[in-house]
T-cell receptor, first 116, second 112 residues
Framework: EAQVTQNPRYLITVTGKKLTVTCSQN?????MSWYRQDPGLGLRQIYY???????DKGDVPEGYKVSRKEKRNFPLILESPSPNQTSLYFC???????????????FGDGTRLSIL | DQQVKQNSPSLSVQEGRISILNCDYT??????FLWYKKYPAEGPTFLIS?????DKNEDGRFTVFLNKSAKHLSLHIVPSQPGDSAVYFC???????????FGQGTILTVHP
């Protein structure tokens, strides 16, 4: 079954304590990205990756890091989390940058982070 | 700056009637547009897309219309069903871009 798996699904932590949200896909997709969803702001892209070792900033990259050492994994790293990073995070993957009905973009089920 | 805007935070429709969700964009470089549907506790799922070379695309009960001169697209759902109740996001991208830009989302509620 085609899947994007994020872990953890929920996390409550404190300011400054480094955390990593993992993302893994089993579809051999080239393109992966991270989004955050906030009320009234919709989905905003944090980082994206077109292929292994190729990553680029999205619209809201400040305070985040990513890596793409292998095709299936795209972890999101918060080196020093702050309360304004409290949000709902989604990882997504697709074969192409522009998804189609035949090759859609698949999203994980989300990770809810609360930074106190 | 919000390059993709969904100005209606919510929409309420009776079952069997038409739902029309709207989306405006400002970037002339966008040439590809999508709609996603999102249920609570799940990630968004692809619904329908349209390229700027077309002005309409249909898939069953869902039709997307694109008005390039007005930089406006809309999603029509006919007939609406209670299972269509979800958050709908429009998104835009371009062949020269490496990413998609999403709108704020519209909560659709279809009443039985």
């Amino acid at each position: 079954e085609a899947q994007v798996t994020q872990n953890p699904r929920y996390l409550i932590t404190v300011t400054g304590k480094k955390l990593t949200v993992t993302c893994s896909q089993n579809m051999n997709h080239e393109y992966m990205s991270w989004y955050r969803q906030d009320p009234g702001l919709g989905l905003r892209q944090i980082y994206y990756s077109m292929n292994v070792e190729v990553t680029d900033k999205g619209d809201v990259p400040e305070g985040y890091k990513v890596s793409r050492k292998e095709k299936r994994n795209f972890p999101l790293i918060l080196e020093s989390p702050s309360p304004n990073q409290t949000s709902l995070y989604f990882c997504a993957s697709s074969l192409f940058v522009l998804p189609t009905a035949d090759q859609p973009q698949h999203f994980g089920d989300g990770t809810r982070l609360s930074i106190l | 700056d919000q390059q993709v805007k969904q100005n209606s935070p919510s929409l309420s429709v009776q079952e069997g009637r038409i739902s029309i969700l709207n989306c405006d964009y400002t970037n002339s470089m966008f040439d590809y547009f999508l709609w996603y549907k999102k249920y609570p506790a799940e990630g968004p799922t692809f619904l329908i897309s349209i390229s700027s070379i077309k002005d309409k695309n249909e898939d069953g009960r869902f039709t997307v219309f694109l008005n390039k001169s007005a930089k406006h697209l809309s999603l029509h759902i006919v007939p609406s069903q209670p299972g269509d109740s979800a958050v709908y996001f429009c998104a835009a991208g371009g062949t020269s871009y490496g990413k998609l830009t999403f709108g704020q989302g519209t909560i659709l509620t279809v009443h039985p």
